[in-house]
């Protein structure tokens, strides 16, 4: 008796058995959709009562792809698909058919510089080393679309490093930017696996300019710290004059609804250097995450 003969897997892998079930000779039986294997029926799976399965799939599918990758901790990046790059402001500001068309390319024009900030950043993180089991730490993640999404990635693509995109399916057309690693892009149905994939290895991340999308993720993340459901982390908010006009923090805590030292969990930044020096503050000389000893995640 070997070990070989112990350790070795007895039953039929599951590729193999749908391999062998395509097969099958052509009767009424098979030919049914009750007789595919549950797992190669898209219409089963697509079931309304097949949510919690779906929501199952949606967690898991990024989790061990990631897992694989050994990616142990992300750098996120959250902001605006809207705000173009500074090559491309003033050809949108020309472009205007109206006042307040011109007007709003005018307002986009003047964040572009964040586009830069972003890509810095992203380039500086993903510089980050592995560790000595391997592991990587601060891979860069964006949502996966054009704007400051596209410039985290470009700028991890910069200095040759793999970047993630976590893409979501939209009634118009949402493709992921070509900057992101294509083993590495995702996409999901579901908003809440998409958020809880942006924040399930994220240990840095930077908040640009944004509107519904960038609000409903960046103040989830603060909640979810306010609340101690999970960890603080840096939260680099670039932007101050933008942030202070659309939104009254101080105000928030004035009238109560929130504490002021909340307003601690926000750091504000206005420049890639000064993100990572924040970064850099936050953590010291520690690595988050892995321990060398054991494989990463």
């Given amino acids: 008796m070997t070990k070989k003969d112990i350790e070795e897997r007895k039953f039929r892998p599951a590729r193999e058995e749908a391999v062998e079930a395509r097969k099958q000779t052509g009767t009424p039986q098979t030919q049914s959709a009750a007789y595919k294997l549950a797992f190669q029926d898209a219409e089963f799976l697509l079931r309304e009562d097949l949510r919690p399965v779906r929501f199952q799939l949606e967690l898991l599918k990024p989790q061990l792809l990631m897992d694989e990758a050994r990616i142990e901790s992300t750098f996120v990046f959250y902001g605006s698909a809207r705000i173009p790059r500074p090559d491309q402001a003033q050809a949108r500001i020309d472009?205007?058919?109206?006042?307040?068309?011109?007007?709003?390319?005018?307002?986009?024009?003047?964040?572009?510089?964040?586009?830069?900030?972003?890509?810095?950043?992203?380039?500086?993180?993903?510089?980050?080393?592995?560790?000595?089991?391997?592991?990587?730490?601060?891979?860069?993640?964006?949502?996966?679309?054009?704007?400051?999404?596209?410039?985290?990635?470009?700028?991890?693509?910069?200095?040759?490093?793999?970047?993630?995109?976590?893409?979501?399916?939209?009634?118009?057309?949402?493709?992921?930017?070509?900057?992101?690693?294509?083993?590495?892009?995702?996409?999901?149905?579901?908003?809440?696996?998409?958020?809880?994939?942006?924040?399930?290895?994220?240990?840095?991340?930077?908040?640009?300019?944004?509107?519904?999308?960038?609000?409903?993720?960046?103040?989830?993340?603060?909640?979810?710290i306010q609340t101690g459901k999970m960890k603080r982390i840096p939260v680099l908010l670039f932007g101050r004059e933008f942030w202070n006009r659309v939104v009254d923090f101080e105000a928030l805590a004035d009238e109560g609804v929130i504490a002021h030292r909340d307003l601690d969990l926000i750091t504000w930044v206005e420049s890639a250097e000064e993100g990572w020096a924040a970064v850099q503050d936050f953590y010291g000389d520690a690595v988050p995450g892995c321990d060398e000893e054991l494989p990463c995640a």
Avoid: W
């Avoid at 572009?112 to 500086?124: F, G, P, T, V």
């Avoid at 560790?131 to 410039?151: D, L, Q, T």
């Fill in 95 to 224: 472009a205007a058919a109206t006042p307040e068309q011109r007007r709003i390319a005018e307002n986009l024009a003047k964040k572009a510089r964040y586009y830069d900030e972003a890509r810095k950043l992203a380039a500086i993180a993903a510089a980050y080393p592995p560790n000595a089991a391997g592991c990587r730490h601060f891979v860069v993640c964006s949502g996966g679309g054009p704007s400051i999404m596209e410039a985290a990635n470009r700028g991890a693509v910069d200095v040759g490093a793999q970047t993630i995109g976590m893409n979501i399916v939209l009634p118009h057309e949402q493709a992921p930017n070509p900057y992101v690693t294509p083993e590495l892009s995702f996409q999901f149905h579901y908003f809440a696996l998409r958020k809880m994939h942006f924040l399930l290895r994220a240990r840095a991340l930077a908040v640009f300019p944004g509107g519904f999308g960038t609000f409903d993720e960046f103040f989830e993340l603060l909640t979810l």
